[in-house]
């Protein structure tokens, strides 16, 4: 079971941040040749997430019209988090491209794919990363709400919103039923949790001063 929201965590991870990883990446290299197009792609994809919504509500909006499943499931927590890597790594490329060495690089003539490549995407990976940990205790929990109020994974596929809802009916008889499932989620997201804030403090080259 565990395994099995793992890898839900982590395939909704990598469905909302391939694509917009690419875009705010040479959106934010290039952004001081033209950053009204920089602001514009931001906004753009803000906007597009508060239209969505935000979290369960969104991605229960959105799973409810792509219709129940572990693939529609994963879909709508993806779309409803694109904001949330999309303004990490535009923050993380426009703060490392303000960078002595970056300037540098561009006042000797270097090319964009260059810089891009050698000097701003190692300044993106450290708070990519610790965002795609914390993401996964984001995923599980919303499709964990999800499954609970019916509109994520069903039986006879095991999920633990699942497990929590079909709980309510025996919670006098047998409340552990109810118990062990909120018990591996608060223990599972909060591991993630401790996860993401050891990678920040090992990746964070400025906590390191």
């Known amino acids: 079971m565990l395994i ?11 469905t909302k941040t391939v694509t917009e990883t690419d875009v705010y990446l040479f ?3 290039t952004g001081d040749l033209n950053p ?4 514009e792609v931001s906004a753009s994809q803000t906007q597009f997430g508060g239209r969505i919504a935000h979290g369960i ?3 229960g909006f959105i799973s409810a019209v792509l219709g129940r499943g572990l693939v529609n499931t994963m879909i709508a927590i993806g779309i409803v988090n694109i904001p949330v890597f999309a303004r990490t790594v535009r923050a993380s490329v426009i ?3 303000g960078l002595e060495y970056v300037q540098n690089a561009k006042s000797v003539g270097v090319r964009t794919g260059a810089i891009l490549i050698r000097h701003i995407s190692p ?4 708070p990519f990363t610790v965002q795609a940990t914390l993401a996964l205790s ?3 929990l919303t499709e ?3 499954s609970f109020l019916g509109l994520g994974i069903q039986p006879p596929d095991p999920s633990w919103g699942s497990m929590l809802s079909e709980a309510r009916t025996f919670m006098e008889q047998a409340p552990w039923m109810a118990v062990f499932p909120a018990l591996f989620i608060i223990v599972t997201i909060l591991l993630f949790n401790i996860l993401g804030d050891s990678l920040r403090d090992v990746l964070d080259p400025k906590l390191k001063l």
């Open 4 to 14: 099995r929201e793992m890898k839900l965590g982590d395939s909704a991870s990598v």
């Open 27 to 29: 959106a934010g290299i």
């Open 138 to 140: 984001s995923a599980i």
């Open 144 to 146: 964990a709400s999800m």
């Open 57 to 59: 509500l969104g991605a």
């Open 95 to 97: 703060s490392a491209k």
């Open 36 to 39: 009204a197009h920089t602001n």
């Open 123 to 126: 300044n993106v990976v450290a």
